[in-house]
């Protein structure tokens, strides 16, 4: 299968990248994004530790892994309003892993970017506001992360 770009051209900003690192134990910054996302406007209506997951089901000896999926009600909305398709990426993730022990890593990617880029959401002003505020979000997570 051909792409239609070339994923090795594309930069953080392309793909609404972000990651911060906190020195503490996983499940204490797990608790802590938790509290950031509700802070800064996201729900978390799904969570999922695949660490725990895969090392019960194939023995798969997994640093601890954990994702919040989040959701601002609002932009959710917005974004259902302009292709439902959309919603195929809901929800929005926010990935916690232990690099080293009291050392965890917080990694995000814009799902309302990447459904532009793969062509799911339209090329339109209502588009780019959502990305926009969807954006600041992020930012502002990322800030009190």
């Known amino acids: 299968m051909s792409l239609a770009f ?29 509290e950031v996302a509700k802070a800064t406007g996201f729900g978390v209506p799904v969570e999922f530790s695949p660490s725990e997951l895969l090392n019960e089901k194939v023995d798969a000896d997994r640093d601890p892994y954990y994702v919040l999926g989040a959701c601002n009600p609002r932009m959710a909305d917005r974004a259902l309003e302009e292709t439902l ?36 959401a339209p090329d339109t002003d ?20």
Not at 9 to 26: N, S, V, Y
Not at 129 to 134: A, L
Request: glycine share 10%.
């Open 126 to 145: 209502a588009w780019a506001s959502i990305v926009e505020g969807t954006g600041e979000l992020v930012e502002e997570f990322f800030e009190r992360v």
């Open 85 to 120: 398709q959309q919603g195929a990426l809901f929800p929005c993730n926010f990935v916690v892993w232990e690099e080293e022990p009291g050392v965890q890593r917080v990694y995000h990617v814009s799902i309302m970017k990447i459904g532009r880029l793969v062509g799911i």
């Open 6 to 34: 070339d994923p090795s051209e594309l930069d953080a900003d392309d793909i609404g990248e972000k990651q911060a690192t906190l020195e503490m134990g996983h499940e204490a910054a797990v608790e802590h994004v938790r």
